[in-house]
């Protein structure tokens, strides 16, 4: 239905390593120095974000902080209160004291394990913006939506209900990512066209709702996968703005890869 936007030039590329539930302290210490040692001046061209859990957040923070470096950090989740008693929970405050710019919000384990919704992730998406944080909101397909053909229908509605309410100016500033739940963490990435085919479908529906100009600043990532033996495939398609990535964001080697590989791209 909507085609390409081709206004790429105003996109800086993202690669963003959304680490999940892996690394103690001690490991993240490792790995973010490792990260930060692979990473070069011309990384600047590029937006490098890695989120680890909660708990790594103020180490790496203090790495990252140490070695003057641009990368920056991000959270897997938030809770949307400002505080109170919500056992467990974390607030935007919380993370904007770790220096966290960047949220993931509604990734499909999420919505799988913990209950997650379209309306608790436009909940979040808010809270999150309120303060200046960027979300990185997840949406995604599994095989029954696909096989049934309804892929761009079922994305775009989680689109629309996530982004509900929420100015044009915030969105030219946010991210989203599109993660085929069946390509997450199974070896089996969605091909370039398809990956394509659904970032520029989401592009047309941020236009819709929230104007031409927002779409063609918002960065659309792809995830789900990916890693240095497909990322060139990829990386440039027009919509598809860098990669969410999991299981290679956990390889400073590859990671520093992936990030190459996308300044090459664009
Ligand atoms: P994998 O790269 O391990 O498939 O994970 C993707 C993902 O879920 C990133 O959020």
Known sequence: MFGAMQDTAA?????????????????????????????????????????????????VFNVLTFDHSSIKLGAQDVYWEPDGAYTGAISVSMLKELTCEYCIVGHSERREYFGET????????????????????????DLDVRDAGDTLAFIGEQVRLGWKGVGEEDIAKSVIAYEPIWAIGTGRAATPEQAQEACAHIRGVVADFAGADAASKMRILYGGSMNTGNAELFLPQPDVDGGLIGGASLDAKAFSTLVEMALKAK
């Open 118 to 141: 379209d309306e608790t992730v436009n909940k979040k998406v808010k809270a999150l913006l309120a303060q200046g944080l960027h979300p990185i909101m997840c949406c995604g397909e």
């Open 11 to 59: 996109r800086m590329p993202m690669i963003a390593g959304n680490w999940k539930m892996n690394k103690t302290t001690v490991e993240a210490v490792t790995l973010s120095q490792q990260i930060s040692f692979e990473s070069d001046k011309a990384w600047e061209a590029v937006e490098v974000v890695i989120c680890p859990p909660f708990t790594d957040l103020k180490s």
